[in-house]
């Protein structure tokens, strides 16, 4: 077996660049906490900021930037309810109306508002 079949990632395009002091060591430290090598961890950031031509983007199909805050919100209301005796009286609209809770607070944060 060649090493290109071994290792597709060797035909993969290469590309250097230059990183800002101190940006090498914020990935790092990012791709460790995620488990995940550097690379993917900069492709991801790539491919979401450079979506391949003609793909949906969240504004076409009516999904905004506010129900993606509310998407991870959720994910965390969720993770934290189960065996959380205090939660249990919790449903769905309670989850949804919480994680958009979340997300307006990060939507003004992020405009600069509290």
Same mark, same amino acid.
């Given at each position: 077996?060649?090493?290109?079949?071994?290792?597709?990632?060797?035909? +993969?395009? &290469?590309?250097?660049?230059? #990183?800002?002091?101190?940006?090498?060591?914020?990935?790092?430290?990012? +791709?460790?906490?995620?488990?995940?090598?550097?690379?993917?961890?900069?492709? =991801?950031? #790539?491919?979401?900021?450079?979506?391949?031509?003609?793909?949906?983007? *969240?504004?076409?199909? @009516?999904?905004?930037? =506010?129900?993606?805050?509310? !998407?991870?919100? #959720? $994910? @965390?209301?969720? %993770?934290?309810?189960?065996? $959380?005796?205090?939660?249990? !009286?919790?449903? *769905? &609209?309670?989850?949804?109306?919480? +994680?958009? +809770?979340? %997300?307006?607070?990060?939507? &003004?944060?992020?405009? !600069? @508002?509290?």
């Amino acid at each position: 077996m060649t090493d290109e079949a071994k290792y597709p990632s060797l035909l +993969a395009e &290469r590309f250097q660049i230059r #990183l800002p002091d101190g940006l090498r060591d914020r990935v790092k430290a990012y +791709a460790e906490r995620n488990d995940r090598s550097m690379n993917t961890e900069i492709i =991801r950031v #790539l491919e979401a900021a450079f979506p391949p031509e003609g793909a949906a983007t *969240p504004a076409v199909d @009516g999904f905004e930037l =506010r129900d993606w805050f509310a !998407g991870q919100a #959720l $994910n @965390g209301i969720v %993770a934290g309810y189960w065996g $959380n005796p205090e939660m249990s !009286g919790l449903g *769905p &609209r309670e989850f949804a109306e919480d +994680a958009y +809770a979340v %997300a307006d607070a990060m939507m &003004r944060a992020r405009e !600069g @508002g509290a």
